[in-house]
């Protein structure tokens, strides 16, 4: 136990998705990366108000992540990552002013649970749809369709050396608690915070000059400041961008009707 | 902990949106006039060294844990425009894979990369500039620009809620919690940020961004020996 509160695991939290073929797998990364960005939008732009368009959009949801085949109890662990947030809405009820309703037998705010839901509900949506796309999408598909999507080429390149070098650092890290447990090591109080930000001081070292070969042995090969295209994948045809354009079309149906059904809300 | 989706409405982290790729866009600028062609590995390399270093646990008391967050930490290593381009980065592969809702991007990367790196820079600067300067100062303004930034960010929440909350929370009591709060975190991002950074001062201050001005830069100079070295030239080969 003392063990997991120390040591970083092994594996980063990026290449920690192994896709699966899927009918998903077949659309470019791209179409994928803005389809469900156009998605959360609709979901974000939905009344709180409109309880059975949040099922829908959940259901919606579900379906995709089916036809992705993304494993349920990956991604139900993965959403954990939610609780502190949902910890905040919880809360809601009771500190929310206005009219106060029975729940559970407990006196709190009626727009203070309707909006604990409104949050609850975008969020997890939004975490549960991001999912989907992150378990159906190697990061460096992911990467290849930022670029395609005209992020800028800095950004790309920077993120593309973050994703290839962080398993390696993260490695670099969990090494370097091995060795302090090995030497009986044990952070419990806040004076053991000397030693954990000397780890971390020379981790940071080593990653400075890490950098700095990585820059000399790209130098070496050429480098002039623009990384070459590699591109794996042939970029979306029109047919790919219609299947994403109906994807999102089907949330802002959703979200549409939930304004026409909740008769304004906010 | 990152802004999700749907708690800032859409207009709002839209304009935020903005204000994040125009303060990333300027760093981008700026780190490419000051380092050229390293800025690719060198803020690829910080970046990972954040991520990594968020997968740190300090114990605090009481067998929780905190780690940290970093903006300040990276501008003062690697420099205000680095880090702030490798702060945008990490939130922008998290928001990719869950953390964080990908339409509160724009309002994580202007509360932790603009305010958190670049405002955390200019804290340290004014900070530096009020000790004396030598080398030991470093670490404490370091500490002092940590301490102040991480409930200047909260501040930034905040001011983005005030705008476009969707949710109605007396605007009094948000920001008295999130800066109450915040100030204790910060004190735990002061005290790891200040011994990150002294340790590395102790072993390379050649690295540290934020020390460059006060570490004498001896150039290389040739020192001719006084033990004459042995001739080799005419001597048999073994053999």
Redesign the interface.
């Known amino acids: 136990m003392s063990g997991a ?2 040591v ?2 092994p594996v ?3 290449e920690r998705w192994r896709p699966r073929a899927s009918v998903l797998t077949r659309l470019p990364a791209e179409v994928r ?1 803005a389809a ?2 156009g998605y ?2 609709t ?3 939905t009344p ?1 108000t409109a309880v059975w368009a949040f099922a829908a959009h959940a259901a919606v949801a579900v379906a995709v992540g089916a036809l992705g085949r993304v494993r349920p109890l990956a991604a139900a662990r ?2 954990l ?2 609780l ?2 949902l910890a905040f809405a919880v809360a ?1 009820p009771f ?4 009219e106060r309703t029975e729940f559970l037998g407990l006196t709190v705010s009626r ?2 649970l309707h ?2 839901f ?2 609850m ?3 997890t ?3 549960g749809l ?2 989907v ?2 378990a159906t999408t190697p990061a460096r598909e ?1 990467l290849t369709g930022l670029a395609r999507l005209r992020m ?1 080429p ?2 790309v ?10 398993t ?3 490695d ?2 969990h090494r370097m ?1 091995v060795a302090r447990a090995a030497r009986c090591h044990r ?4 004076a ?3 030693v ?10 080593r ?2 000059e ?3 070969r ?2 000399l042995a ?2 070496a090969r050429g ?3 623009q ?1 070459p295209e590699g591109l794996p994948r042939p970029p979306a045809r029109p047919a790919d961008w219609a299947v994403g354009g109906l994807f999102v079309t089907v949330g802002a149906a959703i979200a549409l009707a939930g304004w026409a059904g909740a008769g304004g809300g906010w | 902990m990152h802004i999700p989706d749907g708690f800032i409405d859409a207009p709002t982290s839209a304009a935020f949106g903005v204000v994040a790729a125009a303060g990333v866009g300027y760093a981008v600028r700026r780190a490419s006039a000051e380092a050229e062609d390293q800025v690719v590995p060198l803020a690829g390399l910080c970046a990972a060294f954040v991520f990594a270093g968020q997968m740190l646990n300090f114990p605090v008391a009481l067998g929780t844990s905190g780690h940290l967050i970093g903006g300040t930490l990276a501008a003062v290593l690697v420099g205000p425009w680095l880090g702030a381009i490798a702060i945008a980065v990490v939130l922008l592969v998290q928001a990719l894979f869950a953390d964080g809702g990908l339409t509160a991007l724009g309002l994580n990367i202007t509360n932790m990369a603009v305010i958190g790196a670049l405002g955390g820079y200019l804290l340290f600067r004014l900070a530096l500039r009020l000790l004396p300067a030598r080398l030991p100062s470093v670490p404490v303004a370091a500490g002092i620009a940590a301490f102040v930034t991480v409930p200047l960010a909260a501040a930034g929440f905040v001011a983005e809620f005030a705008l476009g909350g969707t949710v109605d929370l007396p605007l009094g009591g948000v920001l008295g919690s999130m800066v109450g709060v915040h100030a204790l975190i910060g004190v735990g991002e002061a005290v790891i940020t200040a011994a990150t950074v002294s340790l590395v001062i102790a072993t390379r201050p050649d690295l540290v961004y934020g020390a460059r001005h006060l570490v004498r830069q001896a150039p290389l100079e040739i020192r001719p020996s006084a033990v004459r070295a042995p001739s080799t030239a005419g001597q048999p080969a073994d053999g």
């Open positions: 509160h120390a970083a695991a980063g939290g990026i990366i469900t960005f959360v939008v979901v974000v732009l709180i993965r959403m990552i939610e502190p947030f809601l500190v929310v002013a206005g727009d203070g909006q604990a409104g949050l509900a975008r969020a949506l939004g975490v991001v999912i796309l992150a992911l800028p800095v950004i390149a920077v993120a593309s050396f973050m994703v290839r070098y962080s390696l650092i993260v670099q890290l608690s952070p419990r109080t806040i053991s915070t000397r954990l930000a000397a780890a971390l001081g020379s981790l940071f070292i990653s400075y890490r950098g700095e990585v820059h790209m130098l480098y002039t400041g990384l």
